[in-house]
């Protein structure tokens, strides 16, 4: 394919996308496939001649589109959201046309440039302390990982090196096995499983503190397991703190535990995967408060903030933390600039060496929507949950399971885990909406949550109509 | 921006990512610019109200291609190539509409299983052993990595988690902290910087095996070291080898080390990030045996094999092995499928959660070149080195410094570190080429890769002509 096909084909997939796009309510949000069935229908072995473009393209239809979850229904209400919007995309093809790969400055410096200032940007939409940016000579600054995932590995290992070089630096005799040994994370019991498989990972001994009746974290809760484990002669070194919790959108009370970790020397990282971009509004901004305490901050725009998939925004409060614990300097990744304290070499903020230049993605959405828009965006979803949670709270069948913070609602029918099991099963099966569930204090709960860029009122009063038409069925086939 | 506008600025962009790869030669392939320029070319904070289209366009000529280093200019022979190639931008634009988060097979089944029979058309293409190929019922098979990183680090992972199941299935007693302490991993003296990186993340020993004078570990070096560290109680347990090392491009002789380390019951992975896309063409693919001793095996099809980064393509002899290191069942990601051991759950294999649809690409990439096109691609490429390698060695004042087997031409003057390094400043500051340079042997080597897409003969002789005249004119500068 030469250019000129290129020019031809590309604007043909640009009305594909906007089709796809547009029409893909009359989809059916998740697919009837079985296991197994893509492989019977193309060949088993790559082709050894180049086959034509039509045939290729008529194979979406055929081949992949029959097994999509259509994430950008706005039938779709399960996880989390993420995000799909037409500028992001744009700034997509701009990236994969530059193809950089920004692992230092060097690399492409644009790449690179670009990626610091936006995170500056969007630091201050956040309102962030000015700690956390990279201003022209600041100590901290921001940096895109692909996933909130990465970023909490990436605090766990750095905050793992500095607390080794600590003590260390007191007691030079003592090995660093040794101490990994005596070392103890912590996060929320509501925490997202990748944290406890950052721990994994890091060969690091994790454990889940208790959470309250709201299902955050509160700082007695954390200072009795610190004491504990400090008798135990357990070093505490890390908390992940977590905003906005994946099975009920709880936030820990963060400055209750600031102060803690604080006044215990234990590096606190604040996972605010989801919530975060609900940051940018006023009115949700005090969820945040805190931050002042923390060593480290993530949540990912990809969610919430309509930048595609990936895109996940980190902070550091100081980036010599963060490089200290890899820097890998060969000779062919040298430039001249590296020493001059002025650029940022991003391969040592990350677990990957290669890197996108994703912050043009940023870039186009910042600028295309405003923050007003943005804000705008951010309102309507929490406007929708708070619909859907009145039609639940009408109906005394159903219970709210938790606070309906941001565009989360959990709820469930009054009664016994097998019900909301098989009340699940059939909203799933009839194939018109799709929800995941989630487990609070041992109950099986139902998770709605605002998903689609496209999702309007009209679509939330349409799956309520259905769950409480499937409960309807469900209740009158039990014996009473 | 709704989708009408989308179709239009779609394919205005179509037509800029068009005319900037077909005019790349002309730019610049290396930026004037110095750290920091970008800052003071934007606003210091995001906008609050939303700007026009036409705005964000124009900016990108002033604010952003005059820092880009062009990876697919025609005089870039730096580092390694990164892929570029029209079918896989049109995967990619399908894929950012789709923007499905494929960590389960229920997430999205298409996402999934296409990328497990992708991973096994390209495990034919390079005729792995069947025991890689997901079949219908294998018990290895592929997965799409973000990069060799990553791979590298989650294969030593799961060799970690293997080797201390192993032993404490024997000796119940020894706790895991005891057990990692006493491990130790290998890799090349020339292995990738990355290597080494992910023995830090994963808090393991890594030492490096001594190379012969062709830069490759042999049978001999390893069994050595192997016998001191288990005399002094360490327990080996994970060989990364090398093929088409980063320096120079060397092969470690796996027909060599794969035995010991079987024998040894050392996880033995391969990392052949760049040369593994060789392997598709016979007369390269004797560059792989030995491949049969191997439990993981990774190489960068977005490196050389046209699929725009990222995809870096991993297979494992037993997926149970890899699964099984961190395998973590929260409610709110588990579907009705999962313990039917039909489907596969890709977020099992990675570090991250998330994942996009990179299936995609390698699909239109294989489709719209055929095995024929791909391996034509390949054969230029080294055809152009090989041209390149003749013109050094046609000069007496040159040295070539390593064997090229393939894309990669390590070369120097004859003489000191300094005169080179003088050379490749001056090559580099004349902006014409850009190179890296790397250390083989205590000696400072200038790197010529063939990089772009678009490189042909006359770029390779012009760049050679321009060197020649840079070299010249340093010669004559000095006193004789």
Redesign the interface.
């Known amino acids: 394919?030469?250019?000129?096909?290129?020019?031809r084909?590309?604007?043909e997939?640009?009305?594909?996308?906007?089709d796809?796009?547009?029409n893909i309510e009359k989809r059916q949000v998740y697919?009837d496939?079985e296991?197994?069935?893509?492989?019977s229908l193309?060949p088993?072995?790559?082709?050894?001649?180049?086959?034509s473009?039509e045939?290729?393209f008529k194979d979406?239809e055929r081949?992949?589109?029959?097994?999509?979850?259509?994430?950008?229904s706005p039938y779709f209400y399960a996880?989390f959201p993420?995000?799909?919007?037409?500028?992001?995309?744009?700034a997509?093809?701009?990236c994969?046309?530059?193809?950089?790969?920004g692992f230092s400055?060097?690399?492409?410096?644009?790449?690179t440039?670009?990626e610091?200032?936006m995170l500056?940007?969007?630091g201050?939409?956040l309102k962030l302390p000015e700690d956390f940016l990279a201003g022209?000579e600041g100590r901290g600054g921001g940096v895109i990982q692909?996933?909130?995932?990465?970023a909490t590995?990436i605090a766990l290992?750095a905050a793992?090196s500095k607390i080794v070089k600590l003590i260390q630096a007191d007691h030079p005799d003592r090995?660093?096995?040794?101490i990994?040994?005596k070392l103890v994370a912590y996060s929320s019991d509501q925490a997202?499983?990748?944290v406890?498989?950052a721990g994994?990972?890091?060969?690091?001994r994790m454990k889940k503190i208790p959470t309250d009746n709201k299902f955050s974290v509160r700082g007695d809760a954390l200072q009795k397991v610190l004491e504990e484990d400090r008798a135990t002669g357990l070093i505490p070194f890390f908390f992940c703190a977590t905003l906005g919790t994946?099975?009920s959108c709880a936030f820990d009370c963060v400055t209750e535990l600031g102060p803690i970790c604080n006044a215990e020397k234990i590096w606190m990282h604040i996972d605010a995967a989801y919530a975060g971009s609900a940051f940018i509004c006023p009115e949700f901004r005090p969820l945040l408060n805190g931050i002042e305490f923390a060593d480290s901050f993530n949540f990912n725009p990809?969610k919430w903030l309509l930048v595609?998939?990936?895109c996940s925004a980190m902070w550091v409060k100081n980036r010599s933390d963060i490089i200290g614990?890899?820097k890998?300097?060969?000779?062919?990744?040298?430039h001249d600039?590296q020493e001059?304290g002025?650029?940022t070499d991003y391969r040592h903020w990350q677990?990957?060496?290669?890197r996108?230049f994703r912050s043009?993605k940023i870039?186009?959405v910042?600028?295309?929507?405003?923050?007003?828009?943005l804000q705008a965006y951010i309102r309507k979803h929490v406007g929708l949950a708070k619909e859907f949670e009145s039609l639940v709270r009408a109906d005394q069948r159903f219970e709210i399971s938790a606070d309906v913070v941001l565009g989360l609602v959990c709820f469930r029918l009054k009664g016994s885990n097998e019900l909301n099991e098989t009340l699940l099963k059939r909203i799933n099966n009839a194939r018109k909406i799709h929800l995941?569930?989630?487990?609070l204090a041992g109950k099986?709960v139902l998770?709605f949550a605002v998903c689609a860029r496209t999702t309007e009122s009209r679509h939330v009063q349409e799956a309520w109509c259905h769950i409480s038409h499937l409960a309807s069925e469900l209740l009158q086939e039990l014996p009473h």
Chains 1, 2 share one sequence.
């Not at 994969?96 to 790969?101: D, E, M, N, S, V």
């Not at 090995?175 to 040794?178: F, G, N, P, Q, V």
């Not at 890998?328 to 040298?334: D, F, G, Q, T, V």
């Open positions: 394919m030469d250019a000129a096909e290129f020019r084909r590309g604007k997939m640009v009305d594909y996308v906007a796809y796009l547009e697919p496939v296991p197994g069935y893509l492989r193309i088993e072995e790559a082709p050894e001649e180049a086959e473009y045939d290729v979406i081949v992949i589109m029959p097994g999509v979850t259509h994430w950008h996880y993420t995000a799909n919007s037409f500028p992001a995309m744009l997509d093809m701009l994969g046309a530059i193809g950089c790969i400055w060097a690399a492409s410096p644009a790449c440039e670009l610091t200032v500056d940007w969007l201050k939409m022209t692909g996933t909130a995932s990465e590995l290992l793992r090995s660093e096995t040794h990994i040994s997202h499983s990748s406890e498989r994994l990972i890091g060969g690091l994946t099975p990809h595609n998939f990936d614990a890899f890998m300097e060969p000779l062919y990744l040298k600039h001059s002025l650029v677990i990957p060496l290669g996108r043009l870039w186009f910042f600028r295309m929507y405003g923050l007003k828009g995941v569930p989630c487990q099986f998770r």
